[in-house]
């Protein structure tokens, strides 16, 4: 069943964020994951949303396909960059199956 990892973002340095997209990107390629949104604005509809904040959602095969990337020596890299690029709130869902 297909698992999704939901990313809030808030950006602090927009070139570091650019490599830290670089690096995020080539990896979650490597672990068969695939944008479904990246850097959206969302509207919200009920409550309210902070305008700087961004949405990134990525889907991969199951939710252990989407840890081990999380985990994994490729991803590394851009993890250590994202501290200094952005505070985010990052979340693993699974959907729902047929």
Same mark, same amino acid.
């Given at each position: 069943?297909? =698992?999704?990892?939901?990313?809030?973002v808030?950006?602090?340095?927009?070139e !570091?964020?650019?490599t830290?997209?670089a !690096?995020?990107?080539?990896? /979650?390629?490597?672990?068969?994951?695939?944008?479904?949104v990246r850097? =959206?604005?969302? *509207?919200?509809? *009920?409550?309210?949303?902070?305008?700087?904040?961004? +949405? +990134? /959602?990525?889907?991969?095969?199951?939710?252990?396909?989407?840890k081990?990337?999380?985990?994994?020596?490729?991803? =590394?890299?851009a993890l250590? /960059?994202?501290? =200094?690029?952005?505070e985010?709130?990052? !979340?693993l869902? *699974?959907? +729902?199956?047929?």
């Open positions: 069943m297909s =698992a999704y990892v939901i990313s809030e808030d950006v602090l340095d927009e !570091l964020a650019d830290y997209r !690096l995020a990107e080539a990896s /979650i390629r490597r672990y068969d994951g695939r944008y479904i850097g =959206a604005v969302p *509207e919200a509809v *009920e409550g309210t949303w902070p305008s700087s904040q961004r +949405v +990134v /959602i990525v889907e991969f095969p199951d939710a252990e396909r989407a081990e990337w999380y985990a994994s020596a490729e991803y =590394a890299e250590e /960059i994202r501290k =200094a690029a952005m985010r709130r990052l !979340l869902v *699974e959907g +729902v199956s047929g």
